[in-house]
């Protein structure tokens, strides 16, 4: 089946760990995006991709990484100069110009 | 940059309609989308505008101004499922895939 797939649904790290969520379409989108979201709150924008090897800034890029080496795979890697990294990820996927497909998310909680 | 500017929460009863507002300030402009997100879930599509005017979809209807930067969702014939927040999304003008949110306007449906 098409669709777009986040892993773990659950993570926890201890502070000051790095930590990489997985995203991977087979819908052939070429554009990806990384969201988060806090309780009660809308999507903010971490980091998006247009392109095999290119990837731009959102609004909150601080403390994040991400790699786009692959048309599926959009990892995005948490690292310990995120001051507050506890937060529901949300990964989307969209043909260029249409609606953006979302995975079911993953909730990450740092101890 | 995009600035996207929404009502935070209203209160409607079963069967009745209630109209959701979005405003946006973007430099470029490619569509607006609308989706809805139940609690812990991710967010899913509910219509997209590009053009002035309003699109139906069944007991969902979408309206766009680009001249004022306004939209608005309806939701018709208002069922207890309904209850959600209603996320509306501008996407930056074309050649750039950004796709900003707002932060949501939560509907509670009651009896």
């Known amino acids: 089946d098409g669709g777009i797939t986040q892993s773990p649904k659950y993570l926890f790290r201890k502070e000051g760990q790095n930590v990489t969520l997985s995203c991977e379409q087979n819908l052939n989108h070429d554009a990806m995006y990384w969201y988060r979201q806090d309780p009660g709150q809308g999507l903010r924008l971490i980091y998006y991709s247009q392109i095999v090897n290119d990837f731009q800034k959102g609004d909150i890029a601080e403390g994040y990484s991400v790699s786009r080496e692959k048309k599926e795979s959009f990892p995005l890697t948490v690292t310990s100069a995120q001051k507050n990294p506890t937060a529901f990820y949300l990964c989307?996927?969209?043909?260029?110009?249409?609606?953006?497909?979302f995975g079911q998310g993953t909730r990450l909680t740092v101890v | 940059g995009q600035n996207i500017d929404q009502p935070t929460e209203m209160t409607a009863t079963e069967g009745a309609i209630v109209q959701i507002n979005c405003t946006y300030q973007?430099?470029?402009?490619?569509?607006l989308f609308w989706y809805q997100q139940h609690a812990g879930e991710a967010p899913t599509f509910l219509s997209y505008?590009?053009?002035?005017g309003l699109e139906e979809k069944g007991r969902f209807s979408s309206f766009l101004s680009r001249s004022k930067g306004y939209s608005y969702l309806l939701l018709k014939e208002l069922q207890m499922k309904d209850s959600a927040s209603y996320l509306c999304a501008v996407r930056d003008a074309y050649g750039n895939n950004r796709l900003a949110f707002g932060k949501g306007n939560q509907v509670v449906v009651i009896p």
């Open positions: 989307a996927s969209s043909p260029l110009g249409a609606e953006a497909f």
């Open positions: 973007t430099s470029g402009f490619n569509g």
């Open positions: 505008n590009v053009l002035d």
